[in-house]
């Protein structure tokens, strides 16, 4: 089946105007959150929905919610994580642009249930136009009494704002998020402590990813083991699906966790361009090692990618055509991971510093024999040794595109 | 000379400054409004800023320069921003972009004598769907091509 | 308390405690550049990094905490290579600046290469170019190229002094850690920067192409320089008495005591050490009479005059001009001589002047032991030039202070009337040449006793640098003095060290039986 959670209003006029939200059907979640449920089976239906996060790290909803300790005298805060840095990532655009109110829902829903009064949208410096909107969203939010003080008249508050970022891939790092939200350098943290304890303001915090949070107010409504249904029993819902590259149908498509992937590109996003074929396919955002042409036969949800040693990601899936030089994507992973590297920790600062060079010397002709496996080896410097994921998401897509690629980069290093 | 902010930002500002419980989470949104009423945000902009959040002109610069939207000298009426990135790469964004810099006359990172066109390039702007793309101050455009290109800079006064 | 085992070596620590200092207490060394123990983890050099059992990425020492029964391996293949590979990426855009970097030797990233690293280079690339030798205040220069971004100094500015002159700008490999608009760091802490720094970004101006770190030797003492007692290092040329070379004396460093300095000195006391070198007396001097004097002859002779006034009731004719930067030791002795024994109470004190005091190490006063004399029991009574030298028969002057209180031509129209003046002095001054004797002591660096510091924490210390001159320290000239008086003979006898009086003074005044450890 192919249920439609989340985009199902993208098509619908003014859908992001509240008068036509209500309409169809908006914020009932809310309004049976908290007149009908508490928030301890709030969190038990989200626990069972199993409703895992959509910005990259896949962790569950429910669980991280949980974790936020009971009775500490400090206030809690929700931060919505929509800084959509990961390359190849366009989805969260789409519901903050047609359908601002789901997200602010979900927001409420994940608020009340938690005991947050406070929740700030971490929003990427160049969505300034779908910040506008949001802004926008919020403020007839407030005036109808879905958001600020005593909502539904269920004595529970809630204010929410739009926080800019300024053009920093690491900030969609949750830690590093918080330290930007804080007026800092988006220097990620140690953990421990984890946010769920010490985050925004050393209070405690949860940060969820748009889409993420998109998801609850369905689930509330039509419930866990639904929602189950519609994705995999430990994988549940569904996932938009963000294609581009060499397709003739690049953008968003909503389909079940589970999907195949061969079915996204060739079926849904049309296949390839007039004249191409098909060469490999990142399957999750750029940091998603690369998957041959031959190995797309593939289930889109969590576990089958990382069984595939891959990773869903934020089900971003770039196509590569054999007319694209594996150098050159070599080439623009490396300048990415470099250029956003926020230089804290050494093997990131210099690791990914010095793979650049290498591959930019490869690229203009004056590769040598070693250079290959130096990649390697200082990317397994990298993997593992960094004080937060971007040193991985640098080592693992490089590593992968040397290893698959092997006989193409040599072959080009050789002419 | 230090920057005075207009009294119709100054509302704006201290509506951003009191979101927070700490004043100094307000920087990034007072960066940009800083940015956008003075055009950069050198050392003399740094001292207002930080004296409005009570926090010192050398945490404004460590902020500054580790955000690529803040600028520290000024850019063109537009600033044209060219993705760079993966995707956009694919559909040939560097030929696009080596066609915008012969077409302004100008390298990257440099803005035109009339001081109306900045080129520069960034990383994925999240508009795969219509790569290549570029956006210009804030606004978006995909699918581009050179005479797409050319339509659009026509446009611009 | 929580047990777990580190290299297969049982370890017992406090509850709370990091993998890092658990494993220092088992005597391991965890090889690190950005940890330090003045601030929290900051877990960016990823040098630390350790196996431990059960968990499949290696952890940072300096920020985990151990839990009852953990298995941490510190020399593991793993660690090793973990380890090699954070040096390689630190050397790759490390600038080939050792033959002439004053760090040499005592540089993090050599010691460690040594350790652990030992492998051919696999750099083909253009290293990164930053700044190099700029001024990065009156003490400081910047190498910007062999920052290895640890963020010490930038804590340091943050936490200790407050004062923020550095921080961390533009971002990736660009990062770099530097000051603002130019503005230098000009506080009295910024040598400590120097100190903090593991490799050679930030180095001592003073100490600048002077000399290598191996060349020197090292001895512990404590900074006179105002009442704090911050406990120093005194690094000085060994081989000063053999070949000629510059100087003795290069620099000062800071020595870790928890309850009196922390991890700092300040700048007053780190490059005030020339006093030690410059300017000193090196023999006896007699502008009258016999034409030598050696040491030995001086107590009898002293001890001659002052019992003559002693037996005739003119003890009020016997005069001391003391300072606060004698030792605990002396100060008793002179006590229990001239106090007791001799019963003269024109007794008075000439200091160098006070200065200002910052919320940090610094005091107002500018000498260490006026805490002591205090305890000693001892009026601090301000000098009153009149009273002095009216009726003086015998004056004994300690330290060269006294120039200060009054103008050459006054002073010597003074002293010219006292019949026997003796000054015990480090240095050379215009009163050497106004008083009949003249005896060179050594200072605080050159002899042993203890100091009270201002919050009346008792400090000993021993020599940590020998002194060649003609000199004796005030206390063992103050012991044979006494034991020459003839009338506590035995008394004085017992204090063949400094200890020995220390003891004694235990036993005869409740703050030191209190602060003896």
């Keep these: ?415 | ?157 | 308390m929580v047990k777990i085992i580190i290299d297969d070596k049982p370890v017992e620590v406090e509850e709370g405690t990091t993998v890092f200092n658990a494993a220092k207490d088992a005597g391991i060394a965890i090889p690190h550049f950005c940890y330090h123990p003045a601030f929290a983890p900051e877990g960016t050099c990823r040098m630390c990094l350790v196996e431990i059992e059960g968990i499949p990425k290696l952890e940072l020492a300096c920020s985990t905490i151990v839990r009852e029964g953990m298995k941490v391996f510190t020399q593991s293949d793993r660690v090793v290579e973990a380890r090699r590979g954070v040096l390689e990426f630190l050397l790759a855009d490390h600038p080939l600046d050792c033959p002439i970097c004053d760090q040499a030797g005592d540089c993090k990233l050599q010691d460690y290469y040594e350790e652990y690293g030992l492998y051919d280079s696999h750099f083909s690339e253009v290293k990164e170019k930053r700044g190099k030798k700029s001024k990065l205040g009156p003490h400081l220069i910047h190498d910007q190229e062999r920052c290895v971004l640890c963020r010490r100094c930038v804590r340091f500015l943050q936490e200790v002094t407050k004062t923020q002159e550095m921080g961390v700008f533009e971002r990736g490999v660009h990062a770099e850690v530097n000051i603002h608009e130019g503005i230098l760091i000009d506080n009295n802490y910024s040598g400590n920067l120097a100190e903090i720094c593991p490799v050679g970004a930030i180095t001592d101006t003073d100490f600048r192409f002077k000399t290598r770190s191996w060349f020197l030797g090292k001895g512990t003492s404590i900074c006179p320089h105002c009442s704090r007692g911050c406990n120093i290092t005194i690094e000085y040329n060994a081989f000063f008495h053999r070949f000629p070379v510059p100087q003795r004396v290069y620099r000062i460093k800071s020595l870790y005591n928890p309850n009196v300095n922390g991890y700092w000195i300040c700048d007053l006391g780190r490059y005030g050490y020339r006093y030690l070198d410059d300017d000193r007396l090196d023999e006896i001097r007699v502008n009258s009479g016999n034409d030598k004097l050696a040491w030995q002859a001086v107590a009898p002779l002293l001890a001659e005059k002052l019992n003559r006034l002693r037996y005739m009731n003119r003890a009020s004719r016997i005069a001391l001009v003391l300072n606060t930067w004698l030792t605990n030791e002396e100060l008793f002795l002179v006590k229990k001589i001239f106090g007791d024994d001799l019963k003269t109470n024109k007794i008075v004190f000439a200091d160098p002047p006070q200065g200002k005091a910052d919320d940090l190490l610094l005091t107002e006063d500018r000498s260490p032991n006026r805490k002591g004399a205090e305890a000693i029991g001892f009026d601090l009574n301000p000098l009153d030039l009149d009273v002095l030298f009216e009726k003086t028969d015998i004056l004994l002057i300690f330290g060269s202070y006294l120039k200060d209180k009054a103008n050459p031509a006054e002073l010597k129209t003074h002293l010219d009337k006292i019949e026997t003046t003796i000054l015990l002095s480090s240095h050379k001054s215009e009163l050497d040449a106004l008083v009949d004797v003249v005896l060179p002591v050594p200072t605080i660096a050159e002899k042993s006793g203890s100091l009270t510091n201002c919050e009346g924490v008792v400090q000993t210390f021993s020599p940590a640098l020998e002194d060649h001159r003609n000199s004796c320290p005030e206390w063992q000239f103050l012991v044979d003095l006494g034991k020459e008086l003839g009338s506590n003979f035995k008394y004085y006898s017992q204090f063949t060290s400094t200890q020995a009086i220390l003891k004694e003074m235990g036993k005869e005044i409740v703050f030191f039986e209190m602060n003896n450890d």
């Design chain 1, 1 to 415: 089946m192919n249920e439609k959670i989340l985009s199902k209003l993208f098509d619908v006029e003014q859908a992001h105007k509240i008068d036509v939200y209500l309409e169809k059907k908006g914020y009932q979640a809310v309004r049976k959150a908290v007149e009908k449920m508490t928030p301890e089976l709030i969190l038990e239906e989200v626990k069972n929905a199993s409703l895992r996060g959509r910005g990259g790290a896949g962790f569950p909803a429910g669980v991280k919610w949980g974790f936020v300790p009971k009775g500490v005298d400090k206030p809690k805060y929700l931060c919505v994580n929509a800084d959509e840095g990961e390359p190849g990532t366009f989805k969260d655009k789409y519901i903050m642009s047609y359908n601002p109110h789901l997200l602010i829902e979900g927001i409420i829903i994940t608020s009340y249930c938690v005991g947050i009064h406070k929740a700030y949208i971490y929003i990427r410096g160049e969505y300034e136009n779908i910040a506008l909107r949001l802004e926008e969203a919020i403020a007839e939010a407030e005036d109808k009494g879905y958001l600020g003080k005593n909502i539904l008249n269920s004595g529970f508050d809630l204010d929410l704002f739009v926080h800019r970022g300024a053009g920093a891939y690491v900030c969609g790092e949750e830690t590093a998020l918080l330290e930007s939200l804080e007026g800092k350098r988006g220097n990620p943290r140690l953990k421990p402590p984890f946010p769920a304890s010490i985050g925004l303001f050393n209070c405690p915090t949860v940060i969820n990813n748009v889409e993420t949070l998109s998801n609850v107010p369905s689930i509330i409504l039509n419930g866990a083991d639904w929602f189950c249904q519609v994705g995999l029993p430990k994988d549940g819902g569904t996932r938009i699906f963000g294609v581009s590259g060499m397709v003739k149908k690049p953008g968003v498509y909503e389909l079940p966790i589970g999907s195949s992937l061969k079915e996204i590109i060739f079926d849904h996003a049309g296949g390839m361009k007039e004249g191409k074929e098909l060469k490999a396919v990142i399957p999750g955002g750029m940091s998603a090692p690369v998957l041959t042409a031959d190995e797309i036969d593939i289930k889109m949800d969590f576990d089958s990618l990382v069984e595939a040693k891959s990773m869903l990601g934020s089900a971003a899936i770039i196509v590569i055509d054999t007319d694209t030089s594996m150098i050159d994507v070599l080439r623009l992973v490396t300048k990415f991971y470099a250029h956003e590297s926020c230089g804290q920790c050494t093997p990131c600062r210099i690791g990914n510093n010095w793979i650049r060079k290498t591959v930019n010397r490869i690229a203009s002709g004056e590769g040598r024999k070693e250079d290959l496996d130096n990649i390697i080896r200082l990317a397994n410097n990298i993997l593992g040794k960094t004080l937060c994921p971007l040193g991985d998401a640098a080592a693992m897509p490089i590593i992968s595109i040397v290893q698959k690629f092997r006989q193409e980069l040599e072959s080009y290093m050789r002419n």
């Design chain 2, 1 to 157: 000379m230090s920057p005075e902010f207009s009294e119709q930002t100054k509302k704006k500002l201290q509506e951003i400054i009191a979101r927070y419980p700490q004043k100094r989470a307000a920087l990034l949104p007072v960066l940009h409004l800083a940015q956008r009423e003075f055009g950069r945000i050198s050392f003399e902009e740094e001292k207002a800023v930080a004296s409005l959040l009570e926090i010192k002109p050398i945490e404004v610069r460590e902020v500054v320069t580790f955000y690529s939207m803040f600028m520290r000298e000024p850019v063109g009426k537009y600033h044209i921003q060219v993705c760079s990135n993966l995707s956009c790469a694919i559909l040939g964004a560097e030929n696009l972009i080596d066609y915008l810099k012969e077409k302004l006359g100008i390298g990257l990172g440099e803005t035109t004598a009339d001081q109306k066109f900045t080129l520069t390039t960034v990383e994925c702007l999240g508009a795969c769907e219509y790569a290549p793309c570029m956006m210009i101050n804030f606004d978006y455009y995909g699918n581009l091509d050179q005479s797409k290109i050319d339509e659009i800079l026509d446009k611009l006064e």
